[in-house]
């Protein structure tokens, strides 16, 4: 028993110098990849602090060179500005400018109709007669610079009030039966059962019903026939107003309320006129929280002109 004892204690022996050598290798292994370790890092985080170093530099000079660009866009956009406002004012004293000689010439115009002589004066009644619708003519387009210069200027205001919608038609058909009639065209107003009250701007509402129609007649042929209705549904008016003009093809009938607009596509809608009416009723409406747009099934199928506005005066709050 006592060699197996000697071989038992020669081998703890060995066990307990392996032991410690082991745990050296090991902590020097360790320390040795832990320094390689350290190595590889600092030197990413050399790299990264470089490209961090010359990333910051590069987008400081996109900093500097977009402040820059904003900087130039300020002075931009405030020169734009600045010109904006000098052609509104340009437009509106234009416009108030030559009203007062305008009223002048229709009124001296007025003066020597009235004084002309009756007999052999055909001549003259006529060409007195043209004076009068060229001012009348002008002081349209003058409204409509005065209108659009407010409405570039924030300056257009609406004035709303309960009214009597029929009696607002009834006024607006009054005065364009006469110059329907001139161009022998049938005017028809279909009336609706019963009074409807409107919460709204009755001069603006009647300043685009006269604008549409003014145009239906304008641009239909005589002999053409044009229908005015409106209807109510759910809480809101529709007014619609057809004519059997010249139509708007598919691609024009989106471009027709922007301003300045005339349509390429018929000589005849590039008549007198800015090109502002429809673009004013427009805002018209939308001053009113309403709607407004336009069908057309194309060139010679006439047009169909529309607007809807709520009744109920909460919608305008």
């Known amino acids: ?45 050399h790299n990264y602090q470089q490209q961090i170093a010359s990333l910051q530099q590069q987008l400081s000079g996109k900093v500097n060179m977009l402040e820059g660009m904003v900087e130039k866009l300020k002075l931009s956009n405030q020169e734009l500005n600045r010109l904006n406002e000098i052609r509104s ?9 030559l009203r007062q000689p305008l009223s002048s010439i229709q009124g001296f115009t007025s003066v020597l109709m009235m004084d002309s002589p009756q007999g052999g004066g055909n001549n003259d009644q006529l060409a007195l007669n043209n004076i009068l619708k060229a001012t009348d003519n002008m002081n349209q387009l003058m409204t409509d610079l005065v209108d659009i210069s407010m409405i570039e200027s924030g300056k257009f205001k609406m ?47 009647s300043q685009v019903i006269n604008n549409l129609l003014g145009n239906a007649i304008k641009f239909s042929p005589q002999g053409g026939r044009i229908e005015m209705r409106y209807s109510v549904q759910d809480g809101w008016l529709l007014f619609q107003l057809s004519d059997e003009g ?7 009938q989106t ?63």
């Open 246 to 252: 010249p139509g708007i093809v598919h691609g024009e």
């Open 159 to 205: 004035d709303f009030k309960n009214f009597n919608f029929n009696q607002l038609l009834n006024d607006v058909y009054t005065l364009q039966q006469m110059n329907a009639q001139k161009k022998g065209i049938f005017l028809v107003k279909y009336d609706y059962p019963t009074d409807v009250m409107v919460y709204a701007d009755r001069f603006r509402i």
């Open 1 to 45: 028993m006592l060699p197996h004892l000697g071989k038992i204690q020669h081998l703890f022996y060995y066990i307990a110098l392996a032991v410690p050598l082991v745990l050296l290798t090991y902590w020097l292994t360790r320390r040795f990849a832990l320094r390689k370790m350290n190595r590889v890092v600092m030197k990413a985080e």
């Open 255 to 317: 471009k027709i309320f922007q301003k300045f607009h005339q349509s390429g596509n018929n000589r005849a809608l590039r008549k007198q006129g800015w090109g502002l009416g429809l673009s004013i009723a427009q805002e018209i409406i939308n001053a009113h929280n309403g709607e407004i747009g336009v069908q057309s099934a194309g060139l010679g199928q006439g047009a169909q002109f529309w607007f809807r506005l709520s009744l109920e005066p909460e919608a305008y709050i």
């Open 89 to 97: 004012k340009f437009m509106s004293v234009v416009a108030h400018d």
